[in-house]
Nanobody, 121 residues
Framework: QVQLVESGGGLVQAGGSLRLSCAAS????????MGWYRQAPGKQRELVAT???????NYADPVKGRFTVSRDNAKKTVYLQMNSLKPEDTAMYYC???????????????WGQGTQVTVSS
């Protein structure tokens, strides 16, 4: 089984920074893509940023230039550095890992429990 442990959320003033981390554990041989999604109250979950095993990153337009996604393949961990935070960034942030494999089996995709990010104006 695969578990995702997220950390780093919290309350910050507008213009501030936070760094989210998500560590995957279990019998994992490889992970294709890792990333972050967010869901604000009353809204649908939306993509924030993803990164492939080779390091190619993709960002949603609202966060381009402010957020940076990175990963450490050896630690099976994905990070989200969030700078210049805005009140509209307030949401529950969810970690997602895509294409998880053991040495023998394709396991699929997994979601974390979520970590709350609140940006005050």
């Amino acid at each position: 089984q695969v578990q995702l442990v997220e950390s780093g959320g919290g309350l910050v003033q507008a213009g501030g920074s936070l760094r989210l981390s998500c560590a995957a554990s279990g019998s994992i041989h490889s992970i294709d893509a890792m990333g972050w999604y967010r869901q604000a109250p009353g809204k649908q979950r939306e993509l924030v940023a993803t990164i492939t095993s080779g390091g190619s990153a993709n960002y949603a337009d609202p966060v381009k230039g402010r957020f940076t996604v990175s990963r450490d393949n050896a630690k099976k961990t994905v990070y989200l550095q969030m700078n210049s935070l805005k009140p509209e960034d307030t949401a529950m942030y969810y970690c997602n890992v895509n294409g998880v494999r053991t040495r023998l089996t394709y396991l699929g995709d997994y979601w974390g429990q979520g970590t709350q990010v609140t940006v005050s104006s």
